[in-house]
Nanobody
Framework: QVQLVESGGGSVQTGGSLRLSCVASGGTVNNVYMAWFRQAPGKGREGVAV????????YYTDSVKGRFTISQHNAQNTLYLQMNSLKPEDTAMYYC????????????????????WGQGTQVTVSS
């Protein structure tokens, strides 16, 4: 059973930066993808960024390309999301997720592909 614990959320002004962290424990050797999702009030959960743990390939939703960077520190079982040039529309609860089965590039940002979820960390961007 994989446990995921996020940290690093907070409140910043437009243009600011935050770095989210997610520490994974328990059965992590079976993870194929690790990802960040977000959910704004009244909206569905959206895939933001994902990394293939085995290849290092990363994928991003269009709205964050060039601003967010996903990375991993395998020895520490830690996933990061560096968020720069933050906008009010980035305000959401951010969740870390782990998937243990291969999928296609077209589905890596789909929440259905992920087995394990953290509790979330809140990011608020004010104008």
């Amino acid at each position: 059973q994989v446990q995921l614990v996020e940290s690093g959320g907070g409140s910043v002004q437009t243009g600011g930066s935050l770095r989210l962290s997610c520490v994974a424990s328990g059965g992590t050797v079976n993870n194929v993808y690790m990802a960040w999702f977000r959910q704004a009030p009244g909206k569905g959960r959206e895939g933001v960024a994902v990394v293939n743990i085995r290849t290092g390939n990363a994928y991003y939703t269009d709205s964050v390309k060039g601003r967010f960077t996903i990375s991993q520190h395998n020895a520490q079982n830690t996933l990061y999301l560096q968020m720069n040039s933050l906008k009010p529309e980035d305000t959401a609860m951010y969740y870390c997720a782990a998937g243990t089965r291969p999928t296609t590039i077209g589905r890596v940002l789909s929440e259905a592909e992920y087995n394990y979820w953290g509790q979330g960390t809140q990011v608020t961007v004010s104008s």
